[in-house]
Nanobody, 125 residues
Framework: QVQLVESGGGLVQAGGSLRLSCAASGRTFSRSGMGWFRQAPGKEHEFVAAISGSSGTYYTDSVKGRFTISRDNGKNSVYLQMNSLKPEDTATYYC???????????????????WGQGTQVTVSS
């Protein structure tokens, strides 16, 4: 069982930066693949970034070069550094964990078994 708690969201002007954190409980964090998704009002969940158990990373095209996902297994945490934020990045951001296939980069919602409660990111123009 993994429990996830996100933090670090907030209101920022376009061009600014935020760093999201996701703290995970559970003994298997270091062997879990982790992902970040987001959901804007009226839209479906969208894949943002993922990091595998071996620290391979993958990003959706719209955030490449602006967002960086990383993990610290010693702190049972995964991070999403978001730079050059745009109004279209406004959404609730969710952290997710995959224990079944942690060595793969997973981009689909159904590939993750555990989810956090979300943290709101609002980017003003």
């Amino acid at each position: 069982q993994v429990q996830l708690v996100e933090s670090g969201g907030g209101l920022v002007q376009a061009g600014g930066s935020l760093r999201l954190s996701c703290a995970a409980s559970g003994r298997t964090f270091s062997r879990s693949g982790m992902g970040w998704f987001r959901q804007a009002p009226g839209k479906e969940h969208e894949f943002v970034a993922a990091i595998s158990g071996s620290s391979g990373t993958y990003y959706t095209d719209s955030v490449k070069g602006r967002f960086t996902i990383s993990r610290d297994n010693g702190k049972n945490s995964v991070y999403l550094q978001m730079n050059s934020l745009k109004p279209e990045d406004t959404a609730t951001y969710y952290c997710a964990a995959d224990e079944k296939n942690p060595w793969y980069i997973q981009t689909r919602i159904n590939d993750y078994q555990y989810w956090g409660q979300g943290t709101q990111v609002t980017v003003s123009s």
